[in-house]
């Protein structure tokens, strides 16, 4: 009964490394997000996918890349770190039935970029 | 103004208080959800309503689609419920297939013993 699986929990980057945050969830769910959370901020969506081969922008897509290969996983690509980057993320999926939207969310990634 | 304002922005009560958070958003809107966000960062869904209200244990929920307000009240308060909670709500107008998100900042709940 894993749900949303997120790695890793904690990192620390220098101004300029990349790397990828991993998101797979087991649910089936079609749809999944990005989010970031900023101190004293509401999540912002950062991208969002409807399915596997499908994704899109969200809010803040700038510095950030994702793929959507399969139904299960949905990583997230940081290029060229910048201290802005600085948060937590937060991946979630749902159901695309709309009568079953409850949102389930990975546990978070705390990244620090110094 | 952001679309989404919760109020109060920290509140602190003694264990056995009844608690109130509120929610108030400017957006017409298809669903709330209410959220808590644990200490150690973990978020979990509580409720997703478009009308009435809902109960859970000790939570109950209500929502105003007229007031474009909703609130969330914790019953008999107990430290354990020591979390901040996030209100949420899915705009009529959204981008996208996929119904985003808006968020509020959040509620941080301290319960004292």
């Known amino acids: 009964n894993a749900g949303v699986t997120q790695t890793p929990k904690f990192r620390i980057l220098k101004i300029g490394q990349s790397m990828t945050l991993q998101c797979t969830q087991d649910m089936n769910h079609n749809y999944m997000y990005w989010y970031r959370q900023d101190p004293g901020m509401g999540l912002k969506l950062i991208y969002y996918s409807v399915g596997a081969g499908i994704t899109d922008k969200g809010e803040v897509p700038n510095g950030y890349n994702v793929s959507r290969s399969t139904t299960e996983d949905f990583p997230l690509r940081l290029e060229l770190a910048a201290p802005s980057q600085t948060s937590v993320y937060f991946c979630a999926s749902r159901n695309r039935d709309l009568a079953l939207e409850g949102y389930t969310f990975g546990s978070g990634t705390r990244l620090t970029v110094v | 103004k952001n679309e989404v304002e919760q109020s109060p922005q920290n509140l602190t009560a003694q264990e056995g208080e009844f608690i109130t958070i509120n929610c108030s958003y400017s957006?017409?809107?298809?669903?709330l959800h209410w959220l808590q966000q644990h200490p150690g960062g973990g978020i979990v869904s509580l409720f997703m309503?478009?009308?009435g209200k809902k109960k859970h244990g000790r939570l109950i929920a209500t929502i105003n689609i007229q007031e474009k307000h909703s609130s969330l009240h914790i019953t008999a308060s107990h430290p354990r419920d020591s979390a901040v909670y996030i209100c949420a709500v899915r705009s009529l107008i959204s981008s996208g297939s996929a119904r985003q998100l808006t968020f509020g900042s959040g509620t941080q709940l301290t319960v004292l013993p």
């Open positions: 957006v017409g809107i298809s669903a």
């Open positions: 309503l478009s009308s």
